[in-house]
């Protein structure tokens, strides 16, 4: 079951996402993909949204009561309902929608969603889920689109400090581990070594070319386009990746503290190199008073097909060729859905306080994320 208080709260009508269980959504439809790579269609076999159910809503009637018993959702939000749920919903998107950010770069929404409609969507995956509730918030991705920090913009940065574009990656991995699923040249590595070198992002040229002949045959031109010397410094230089992938492990890059970054901004203050610092000082303040929680606690990993964008190095064939391949699998097979995940709602006064806390800070390291990620837009 999908919620939706469209039809009930007209005030917050505008920008609230519909509930329509068969639409097909557009691919990259509000921005364009920088003229290197345009995403294909994913199939209408695969679901676009939550089954919309119309049974008894007892189910879920035990955790609307606690919802709004502990204070943090409002029933002044909630108009002419059309039931449990949709009371419930109408609050909820009460609450939320004041505080869901407008991002530029990053593509994402939310759905409530009931446990039968959960169960539909991953069903095919064989999940077990560790954690079940009566009511689940969908982490929605149905766009995507390639932004590309480009080797013009990495050379300015590497001038202002060697270690910044590691920094920059490293703290765009830790916001996306507690919030949305980018791809990130980490990913984009991992999905290369997938599809051309047996899963081994670390594997050298020597070993490369083996598995390349077997699969291209040995007179094949393209194995030397394959291979991870040449491939590696366009689609995942070591600076972009964590220290594990790194083809040279002795490099010298080191994180940078928060004041570091401060010092930087203040010395790049003339161009767009000040204003990612003090961008990136942001986002790892709002990391770092994020602490251990998470909201991705408990939550089901949903398969899907879009991540909330992707972040490339610089604009070359590659990244085209593994986002086509992926989009070409997940057609094939059927095996994605549009959405990251699926988070149990709480069900007891003090989790449930937590999660909306919790939530309440996420969207904020969202809307710190964003703009970091707007410098290479």
Known sequence: MLFDPRSF?????????????AQQHSVAGRRPAHDFLTLPAVS??????????????????DLVIAQFRAGVIDAKHVSNPAGVGDAFAQAFYGWLAPRVPTTKVLSFDFALIDHQAVESEISEFGFDMQETSALYLGIRLEEETVYTVTEERAAA?????????????????AATARSLHLRTPDDLLDMFARWHWEFEPLTDDDEAREV?????????PDIDRYLPSVVRPLLAPDETLPRWQWAQSDRNLSLLSRRKLRELARLGASDWRGSLCTALADLDLAISRMGKATLLHNAQWAEPAYSAATIAYAETDYVGEVLDDHFECANNSGSATLFQCFI??????????????????????????????????
Do not use: C
């Not at 940065?157 to 991995?173: D, E, G, K, N």
């Not at 909306?356 to 904020?364: H, P």
């Open 344 to 377: 149990p709602l709480a069900g007891k006064t003090a989790t449930i306080q937590a999660q909306y806390a919790v939530l309440d800070d996420t969207l904020k390291l969202i809307a710190v994320l964003d703009r970091v990620l707007e410098h290479f837009s």
């Open 157 to 173: 940065m590497r001038a202002l400090h060697p270690s910044l574009v590691f920094m920059t990656f490293q703290l765009i991995r």
């Open 212 to 220: 390349l002949k077997e699969r291209y045959g040995g007179d094949d």
């Open 44 to 61: 209408a076999s695969i679901p676009a949204s939550g089954i919309l159910t119309f049974g008894d809503e007892r189910d879920i009637n």
């Open 9 to 21: 709260v007209p005030a917050l009508d505008a920008g609230q996402p519909g509930w329509a269980p």
